[in-house]
């Protein structure tokens, strides 16, 4: 592999870890003040962890790439599993964050093929999906953090293979490539 390639992939790499931490803080500064008034606390507070709103945003994180958060509850006679999208289930949370994921990947994408110096769609095509390389780690990390346990009593925790393949692999790589594909052709570079 040339110099050139291994830079074109770490600054892919850092542009989609420093997407991913964009995203999360933007849905985070946008969705806490929902997150600790609303129902979705009570879920984590009778999971037994009152300090988990982060968590639980970083469910709402992943459910605005598409990716469910999976609750099982263990009690007799009451207990069960669902996947539950709380965008689209809360009407508190608004939809707009479906758009930030996108949108910062979009301009991840675009910075990588800048700093690259791409000028050719073809190039752009290469360049862009160097994006994952960065999300997908944190992506699935993410998906393990943000799990919130109540021990034998159940647990809530984004969806992990569809965290790994829809936020991690798709997400960046179609957003990374559409954003590089921008840059090649609005840009001067």
């Known amino acids: 592999m040339s110099d050139t390639a291994r830079q074109r992939y770490a600054v892919g790499a850092l542009a989609g870890a420093a997407a991913f ?3 999360y803080v933007l849905v985070y500064a946008l969705s806490i003040s929902t997150v600790q008034d609303a129902l979705l606390t009570n879920i984590a507070e009778s999971f037994g962890d009152d300090r988990a ?30 996947a539950v999208n709380f965008i ?11 758009l930030l994921p996108p949108a910062v ?4 994408g675009i910075a990588t093929a800048r700093i690259d110096g791409t ?31 109540a021990g034998d009593s159940g647990q809530g925790a984004p969806t ?8 991690g692999i798709v ?11 921008i840059a ?6």
């Open 53 to 82: 709103a982060w968590k639980i945003v970083g469910w709402v994180f992943f459910n605005a790439q598409f990716v469910t958060t999976t609750v099982t509850v263990n009690i007799p006679f009451l207990g069960g599993t669902s």
């Open 171 to 181: 997400y960046p790589a179609v957003f990374g490539t559409v954003g590089a594909a």
């Open 21 to 23: 931490v964009l995203a």
């Open 88 to 98: 689209a289930e809360n009407e508190s949370l608004s939809p707009i964050l479906y």
């Open 184 to 189: 090649t052709a609005f840009g001067d570079s």
């Open 119 to 149: 000028t050719d769609l073809s190039r752009a095509v290469r360049v862009g999906p160097a994006v994952v390389l960065g999300y997908l780690p944190l992506a699935a990390l993410g998906a393990v953090l943000f799990t919130v346990s």
């Open 105 to 108: 990947l979009t301009a991840a």
């Open 160 to 167: 992990l293979l569809t965290a790994v393949v829809l936020a």
